[in-house]
């Protein structure tokens, strides 16, 4: 068993509801459910998650939880523990004993008073490897280590679990986070972005991070995997770092950033670009996106004339005003019928 070190991702306060006289410290942290913004209830923590603040599940309401709730086969399940320390209660250590067994040890000192509001809580992430398909269960055995107002001290042992589901393929397919913007090929490119044949392709991409904690790890070009016989495009994988075992204090506001990759050329086709995004943290994969976003190869850029139109007109029957022609019991109309177009359909003979 390794013991894992303490590391920081910056001051994320988190509110304990929670008054204690010294006699009735024992159960006192233990019991309360803080608003825990470090653990900020989203996208990434469903509802009835026993492992996410707001649960009814005691005694891990904001000590752990799962970074992705929602793994799939290819992703590195990671479980996200508090390391925090008051007067009275203390983390101590995470273990990882094996992939379904992780020990939280924390310390508790039964004649001090637990404050009001916990100041600073760090989050450290415990990467528990890749697990196959279908439903599983991590046990979260806390032991806490309790000092007693006469000096002596015990070891309390909660046994807690957290329960998931990794599927066969990411559910995100379709959206994209952080990423607000996508060039293909130069400006004004058109809609979709047209760029001609034998020349590279460069694609910029923009966005914002939610905190200064986030960076471009890497953006990289991928082959085409598609194996079909129509013409492909490689893909591009953004690598996104959360930076939780950094040491470093992030700021809190957005962090815009840019990166732009180039595309081989291509020839005349029309093509979808598939982009991955790709978050990691502590360097282990924890969530994967996928989006495409089409774009065309084509001699004419720029100079493509406008779309022709095919215009149906009834040539009047009668002369009449009325109507073009009329129809009655045993007399059939009959119309012609002119078709005229915008652009010539025919060069001269």
Request: proline share 13%; net charge neutral; hydrophobic share 40%.
């Amino acid at each position: 068993m390794t013991k894992l070190p303490r590391f920081s991702s910056g001051f994320l306060a988190v509110a304990l509801a929670l008054a204690v006289a010294a006699a009735a410290a024992v159960p006192a942290l233990a019991a309360a459910v803080p608003d825990a913004a470090w653990f900020a209830a989203g996208p990434d923590a469903p509802a009835g998650d026993p492992s996410v603040p707001g649960d009814n599940t005691p005694k891990a309401n904001f000590r752990w939880r799962l970074v992705n709730p929602h793994p799939c086969v290819r992703d590195t399940v990671v479980i996200a523990v508090a390391s925090y320390a008051t007067p009275c209660d203390s983390f101590v250590v995470a273990t990882v004993v094996d992939p379904t067994h992780v020990i939280y040890r924390t310390q508790m000192w039964d004649s001090v008073a637990c404050p009001a509001v916990l100041p600073r809580v760090k989050p450290i992430h415990l990467p528990l490897g890749i697990f196959p398909a279908g439903p599983h269960r991590i046990e979260i055995e806390w032991r806490i280590d309790h000092v007693t107002p006469s000096g002596g001290n015990y070891t309390e042992v909660n046994h807690e679990a957290i329960e998931f589901v990794v599927s066969e393929a990411s559910s995100n397919t379709g959206r994209l986070p952080f990423v607000e913007y996508v060039q293909i090929g130069p400006p004004g490119g058109g809609v979709p972005p047209c760029v001609p044949p034998g020349d590279s392709i460069a694609v910029l991409f923009s966005g914002h991070f939610p905190n200064g904690c986030f960076s471009l790890a890497s953006i990289e070009l991928l082959p085409d995997l598609t194996m079909s016989p129509l013409p492909g495009a490689p893909r591009v994988r953004l690598t996104v770092e959360d930076c939780a075992c950094c040491t470093v204090i992030c700021t809190g506001e957005p962090k815009p950033w840019r990166a732009s990759i180039k595309l081989p050329p291509l020839r005349a086709f029309e093509y979808k670009l598939g982009v991955e995004v790709v978050r990691t943290s502590c360097s282990a994969p924890v969530e994967r996106f996928g989006a495409a976003y089409p774009f065309v190869v084509a001699d004419t850029c720029g100079s493509r004339p406008p779309p022709g139109c095919v215009i149906p007109i009834f040539a009047p029957g009668d002369g009449s005003r009325e109507c073009n022609a009329r129809i009655g019991p045993g007399q059939p109309a009959r119309l012609p019928l002119l078709l005229l177009t915008t652009v010539p359909v025919a060069g001269p003979s």
